[in-house]
């Protein structure tokens, strides 16, 4: 068996899905995570030389967070996701992520791999067994996954208390992927740009556990729909949705999530970011939609009086 001391974590897809789970899981069984840098533009420079131009933009930002860890560690970890959530399904790139990886970005990287798929069975059991793959005996293997899903538990709830404690009526909510969300290269001048308008913006979360199967089966899809569905308006100015070039899920969901606000009176802009999106323009659409919403506020306050 391969002897793996150092394992690394691209900082993109899965590592955002379940956050804080795989630092904590790796190091309770003995192997150091290295976790790759923030996203940059160098990210998406490395990506230029082995990713396909044909995927959507967070994939190449993985594949870059790829080509960084080659010569630094002995092995990347590629789980291949298929669920996320029981009675859902993941997005099809994911199921093809590890054999894409392995003939594309991590070529020259040896690649470990787990199916994760809550529609088999749980992710404790998964973990479990990976764990003892990796060389773990059965108590090192229970006791490293105990803490690891301890440590996922407590990064969602931090992300929710940040959240409640949002101190205004009048905050933006930001849909989008969790991996998309806080990628400093997709949504990072889209947060700054925010703030400095001093909006309060509240990204959209993932911890709210299982929901009833919607016509929506793709995961983190089903969840933002029923997000937009129960969102108290008395709570939010506004939606705003970051998509990613050539996400083809986005290109079916997009539509109907922009029905659903306009059937429930929601601002709703959509901001679709390449490879090549100038700061300029997204600022410009901000700047002009935060405007429109401040006028529609002020409208419906001078109506009431
Ligand atoms: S859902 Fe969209 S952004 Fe996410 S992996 Fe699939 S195609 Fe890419």
Not at 44 to 66: M, N, T, V
Not at 134 to 150: C, E, P, Q, R, W
Request: hydrophobic residues 40%; contains cysteine; proline residues 5%.
């Amino acid at each position: 068996m391969l002897n793996i001391r150092r394992i690394g974590i691209p900082r993109g897809f899965y590592y955002y899905i379940y956050p804080g789970l795989w630092e904590a899981f790796f190091s309770g069984i003995g192997i150091e995570p290295v976790l790759s840098g923030e996203s940059s533009p160098k990210t998406l420079e490395l990506a230029a030389s082995c990713s396909e131009s044909e995927h959507c933009l967070a994939h190449k930002i993985f594949d870059g967070h790829l080509k960084s860890l080659q010569g630094r560690v002995d092995a990347v970890f590629i789980p291949r996701l298929l669920s996320i959530k029981k009675r859902h399904i993941c997005c099809a790139k994911f199921g093809a992520l590890p054999d894409a990886s392995r003939v594309g970005a991590a070529a020259h990287i040896p690649v470990i791999s787990a199916e994760l798929d809550e529609n088999k069975e749980p992710l404790k059991r998964t973990l479990i067994r990976l764990a003892k793959d990796l060389g773990a005996n059965k108590d090192k293997a229970l006791h490293s996954v105990l803490a690891a899903l301890t440590a996922m538990a407590e990064e969602k709830e931090k992300r929710k208390t940040e959240a409640r404690n949002i101190p205004s009526t009048e905050r933006f909510l930001l849909l989008g992927h969790s991996y998309t969300l806080e990628d400093d290269f997709i949504s990072g001048s889209i947060k700054r740009k925010l703030k400095a308008l001093d909006i309060f913006v509240e990204l959209m979360t993932f911890g709210e556990g299982p929901k009833e199967p919607s016509p929506v089966r793709w995961c983190t899809f089903n969840s933002i729909y029923h997000r937009l569905q129960e969102l108290d308006l008395s709570q939010y100015a506004g939606v705003i949705q970051i998509s990613t070039f050539n996400c083809g899920p986005d290109s079916v969901m997009v539509d109907k999530y922009r029905r659903i606000c306009r059937s429930r009176n929601i601002p709703y802009l959509l901001l679709m970011i390449d490879e090549h999106t100038a700061t300029a323009g997204i600022e410009t659409r901000l700047e002009a939609f935060c405007d429109s919403v401040w006028w529609r506020q002020k409208m419906k306050s001078c109506n009431q009086a």
